[in-house]
């Protein structure tokens, strides 16, 4: 049993990840850590380019996790990925994105051809008391502003979306969690449904669950985050008004050989072990569950796949998430260009890994444009569909708070 399926029979069958035995394709991962080049005239190169934003997977999502996120103003950082859309996407097919400069605003260029632009961001803090015990908190609101425009103004209902790299832990788990436990007694709204080729599908990966697999997910990376064309995508992220509009003559810059190699890397990467003591477990899980945190961050759904060899492989992950989508709020929500809010929902966000992501060297930031810089204003930010579950965490006693919060900084 080859890669990610491994994984799946492992983490299913409750073996420990040192004795999981995982054949990795190892020509996947090193295609995720390899830097693409620029074409050269000599016909050499990858075809990375002309606009793109970070010449290899690894560089957003370094080591599997998130990508490393504003801590303080300045230029946005390449892991946080500013994504174009065209307003009104309702027939919920694959939404077009901004005219002129695409789906992803391209930070980079090769030599000789001007990059997209540059954008910042500038955070204004926000403080608040919780009720009983008087504590102050703090959040901070990004501004984002577009320094330099290259190729002419965005159109004005253009929606500017920024998007941090998410972790890339149990994907290919996420992936085999069956519809029909996502979509179960969810109301219709909650659920990503796509059109593609006229058949319905369920969105599941992105921030937003735009993207229907993780195949489709790395396919629109190799064209709009690092113009490279796959089988599946024969277009960069170019429209009419930049020098890259021509898909490059001949075949594919990624074959499909490497396409799948990766894919198949991606979905084996495994899900970092909990860091926390069992008795810290319990106490965090029963106030988790008390404020009803479990509403949208699930702690079990069912997984579910057939081997090549026909066997089929089914049991339990816990990702904390429904794998659905929820409004947060007029806070949460994107906006266009002239800063009209722009109703969003968002995919519950798994929460496992966050111990992992928290023993970095690098201070983790959260939520989809990383504006949290810590778990508890992660919390804060909950209002919508989340209202009354951020009151109850408001409303825990410090020392309660405390528990919780050091219980998901252990996830
Ligand atoms: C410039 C930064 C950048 C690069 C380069 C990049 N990604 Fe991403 N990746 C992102 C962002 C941002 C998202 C979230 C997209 C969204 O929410 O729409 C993402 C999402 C993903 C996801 C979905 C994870 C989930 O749980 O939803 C996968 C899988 C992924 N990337 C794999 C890759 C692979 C493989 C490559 C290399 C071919 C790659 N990425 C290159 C920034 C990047
Ligand atoms: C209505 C559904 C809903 C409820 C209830 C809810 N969440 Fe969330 N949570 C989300 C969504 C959606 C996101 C992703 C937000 C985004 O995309 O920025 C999220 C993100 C998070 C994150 C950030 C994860 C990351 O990696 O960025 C944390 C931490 C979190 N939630 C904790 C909690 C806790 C604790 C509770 C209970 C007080 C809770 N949530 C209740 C839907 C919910």
Known sequence: ???????????????????????????????????????????????????????????????????????????????????LEAASSEARTEPAGDPVYGHVFNSAAVEGVRAEGTVTVRY????????????????????????????????????IKPRLAPALFGVGLLEAVPDDAITRGAAGARLAWQWRHGARYLGRFGWQSASLSVRDQVTKAFANEMGLTTPDRAHDDCTGRQPCAEPPP??????????????????????????HAQEEDAEGRRIFAAIGCPNCHRPELPVERTAPDGTRVTGTISPYTDLQVHDLGHGMADRDS?????????????????????????????L?????????????????????????????SPYRRAILLHWLETL
């Not at 040192?18 to 190169?45: K, N």
């Not at 504003?70 to 946005?76: A, E, R, Y």
């Not at 009720?131 to 425009?149: H, S």
Request: hydrophobic fraction near 40%.
């Open 1 to 83: 049993m080859a890669g990610w399926l491994a994984v799946l029979a492992a983490s299913v069958l409750g073996a420990t990840t040192d004795t999981a035995v995982v054949a990795l394709p190892a020509s996947g991962q090193a295609l995720f850590e390899r830097q693409w080049q620029p074409a050269r005239p000599d016909g050499g190169g990858d075809g990375l380019g002309p606009l793109y934003n970070a010449p290899s997977c690894g560089s957003c999502h370094s080591d599997a996790t998130h990508g490393h996120g504003p801590l303080s103003d300045g230029v946005v950082p390449a892991a946080l990925v500013i994504t």
């Open 124 to 159: 204004h803090e926000l403080a608040g008391t919780y009720y009983p015990g008087g504590t102050r908190w703090k959040i901070r609101v990004p501004e984002y502003r577009f320094e330099t425009l290259n190729y002419g103004p965005l159109a004005t209902r253009t929606v």
């Open 250 to 275: 001949g075949p594919p810059e990624v074959d499909e050989a490497s396409v799948a190699a990766l894919v198949e890397y991606v979905k084996s990467i495994e899900v970092p072990p909990a860091t």
């Open 338 to 366: 002239t800063g009209r809010v722009v109703p969003s929902r968002w995919r519950t966000a798994p929460l496992w890994g966050i111990g992992f992501r928290m023993s970095r060297p690098e201070r983790p930031v959260f």
């Open 368 to 396: 989809h444009d990383g504006r949290a810089r810590t778990v508890e204003e992660a919390v804060l930010w909950h209002l919508g569909e989340a209202t009354s579950e951020q009151r109850l965490f408001g409303e825990l």
